[in-house]
């Protein structure tokens, strides 16, 4: 085992809006007020060394983030667990943690999809279960896409995997990383629902083990 | 939260400045009895959320038991629109009740370029602008801060105006607020009791009088209110209060650290400046104050930075100590100091290298004039050997850049002294060339307006036009021009209205009014300032606003701000404006006795000095 944590946290209605700068920020002044040994980067400006899974977008919540910390010394994920819980700001909250092995590949580069729940806040007009059938029979699916250099026109069947409806909820899972992403907001656009109008959570990070099941981020590492 | 307002928060930049939920934000219940007050910073959240001022404040009132603070901020431009749209009010943070809901409404006045700010709040909050269109039940309007010591612009819009610090002053308001609650008094009694507090201003109680030349003469009290309102002052910061923990914002805000103020006050005496004679005399604070407060925020924030800020840092007596300790007891935590401002000499430079391993900034120093005869004129004490020996320093210690600070448009300016500026950064350029190696060197020239302001030897100085500044701007620009220097000029338009409010009356409330109405707000964003706007709201009111900045006023005639004093007398003020005009220094009274200011006598406080190493 390395001196490496894994962690699980929620990200919660209070902090729904923050940047994914704004919860590094957060959770690096809140690893200083848990005095726990976090390790620095060399330099002359040294950084905790903290590593996230592909950025949650602003207004979105989540029940599964994760980050990895490396620690000065070997510090058990219980204890890392309780220590940022006392301290962590409303909202946020580590629910699972685990030891890392040694050379554990990066959040960022193992995780490949996600699931999502969109849920409306005005009654919608449209029946969930034929849209579920709709959208997944459609052999294109294309949404005007906001990217840096402007609006570009994409399809985004392919990085829908699995698309459910229940309790008035549409529960999505698709790409998620940086080669290919699938933002929720881009389904609801689909349904012709404004964003603000939908509430939208991540409910999990996606992980393909070694049979191409999709397994979670922790589950990775305690298997090990 | 109000379900309307989650609607609408998906929709605007940067929602998280309107959320609430920061770490250390104080709820409290809303005990029918306790004085509700908001603090009300006119810009947006993340220039007020820097201010050291109201996070004292703010912990100040919260430790009470019969009083709650909030606090809010102006929304930017699409927030706006939206409540507009959805009829909704502007809220504080904490409870998410309008601003028409407290009992008091405090804002903070830091610079004149936000009081169109000041007056979109009240729009926003659903309060009546003028405190003579306010109603029993309406929030008292209060305000503080340093433009307070001339709040004349804002005095139809202001219930009162706290003069000087406000740790002390704020328990004695709030005592007679809640006293008033109870007792349901009238508005205008409650006016009236208030009025009573020293250090507190009242502007409906006095009347403004005008010779047949449209200037002001007279300023007459009336209810029994006092000639003179003198400021208050704290006369030992290690007795008072300061917070323990302050709301750690999530948005990356201005100053977003731990701040300690290490003293108050500055006798150096500069002639141009006016919180150095709004804020004398100098108290510092001790080590082991500083050093309990710092460890107390850092446990409870989490920030991995310090800054021991105030007028200049530097001239605390213990301060090598200081930094040599609180290096010593941070630096393994990953936790830096800064210092919030740097004197022109050799020894603060040794003070930036302790704290600042990485060089990643330049350095800066603000000689603020070009010559030795024009810094006597400003009561500058910087020596021209002074600034070489710093930046010799800083070249050799690593930085590769130095910024110098200069003013433009001081009273007595030749073309001279311009060339003094040039003369001086070419300089400064040269000996990075002698003392840098591969790396290049380069010199950042800012210059500034200068803008006469109340409380000041200058206060009688007529300022430069605009077309005046800008000729020498492009002077400077011109002589400056070559590799490895640049400059930056500020907005002469800007500079200009900052006149306008710094020394003006109240008879520019119909002109602020006018232009919020046009549209102004966000006054110090260029990219907001509609300098357009104002110059029809003044055509409009028919004011003409080039005599509130270049006229030079008669050494005879009264001022809109006479009636507040710093404790500075008028008279040192012209004595010191006397001495400045024969191109004589002042010595700085920390170390050469007093000069006679008598902010001491009148305030029965003085300089309060930890006696370190003392060094000048
Ligand atoms: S009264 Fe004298 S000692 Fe006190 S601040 Fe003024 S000049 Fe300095």
Known sequence: MSNGVRLRFSKGDPVRFLSHLDVLRTIERAIRRSKLPIAYSEGFHPKQKIAFAHALPVGVTSKAEY???????????????????????????????????????????????ATYRLAFLKTVSFNGEEVVKQLLAAEQLMVDRQTKKGIRRLDIRPMVYVLQWSDNCLYVQGACGSEQNLRPTEISSLLTVAASDVLVERIELLVPDVNGKWVTPLDVVKEL | MDERLLQILPEVSKPARYTNNELHAVHKDWEPLAVRMVLAFPDLYEIGMGNLGLKIIYHIINERVDAVA??????????????????????????????????????????????????????????????????????????????????????????????????????????????????????????????LIPGIYVPSFYEATYDKKGHFTSLEPMNNAPRVITKRVVADL??????????????????????????????????????????????????????????????????????????????????????????????????????????VDSFSVKLAEEIQKFRKTGLTFAPEAGTQRLRNVINKNVREEDLYQAVTGAFKAGWHQVKLYFMIGLPTETTDDLDGIVTLAQNVLKIGKENRGAKRPSVAVSVAS????????????????????????????????????????????????????????????????????????????????????????????????????TRKRTSEESFPWDHITSGVTRVFLAKERNTALAQERTEDCRFHGCSGCAVCTTLSVENRLQRGEQHE
């Open chain 1, 67 to 113: 980050m990895d910390l490396q620690m000065n010394k070997s510090v058990s994920g219980i204890e890392v667990q309780e220590a940022l819980n006392t301290v962590l700001p409303p909202g946020f909250r580590i629910s699972d943690s685990a030891m890392l092995p040694e050379r554990t590949a990066s959040l960022m580069s193992i995780v490949k999809a």
């Open chain 2, 70 to 195: 909030e606090r809010v901020y102006l929304p930017w431009i699409d927030m706006q629109d939206k409540l507009r749209a959805a009829k909704l009010p502007l809220t504080s943070l904490e409870s998410g009740q309008a601003l028409s809901k407290f009992d008091v409404v405090g804002f903070t006045l830091q610079y004149e370029m936000s009081y169109s700010n000041l007056i979109k709040m009240l729009d926003l909050g659903g309060i009546a602008r003028k405190t003579m269109d306010r109603r029993e039940g309406d929030p008292l309007v209060i305000a503080g801060g340093p433009c307070g010591f001339n709040p004349e612009p804002l005095a139809d819009f202001l219930d009162c105006v706290v003069i000087g610090e406000g740790e002390e002053i704020i328990h004695e308001v709030l005592d007679v607020v809640k006293k008033c609650k109870l007792q349901q008094c009238a508005r205008h009694d409650l006016l009236a009791q208030l009025a």
């Open chain 2, 238 to 343: 290690d007795t008072a209060e300061y917070p323990e923990k302050f709301v750690v914002p999530y948005l990356d805000v201005v100053h977003d650290r731990v701040m300690v103020e290490v003293l108050r006050g500055c006798t150096r005496g500069c002639r141009f400046c006016q919180a150095g004679m709004l804020y004398r005399p100098v108290r510092e604070r001790s080590v082991e104050t500083l050093k309990k407060q710092i460890a107390s925020l850092v446990k409870h924030t989490g920030y991995g930075e310090v800054s021991l800020s105030s007028l200049s840092t530097g001239d605390h007596t213990c301060v090598g100590n200081l930094v040599s300790e609180l290096v010593a007891d941070y630096e393994g935590q990953g936790i830096g100091l800064s210092l919030s401002s740097l004197r």
């Open chain 2, 450 to 549: 200068f803008v006469p302001k109340s409380h000041t030897p200058f206060q009688w100085e007529g300022q430069d036009s605009q077309e005046q500044l800008l000729e020498k701007q492009a002077y400077l620009r011109k002589k400056l021009a070559r590799p490895g220097i640049t400059l930056q000029c500020h907005d002469v338009k800007t500079s200009f209205l900052e006149g306008v409010f710094a020394r003006g009356d109240r008879r520019l409330a119909e002109v602020l009014a006018r232009a919020v109405d046009l549209g102004c707000q966000f006054d110090g964003w260029s990219e907001c300032f509609r300098y357009d706007l104002w110059m029809q709201a003044f055509a409009e009111c028919q004011v003409n606003p080039d005599v509130y900045v």
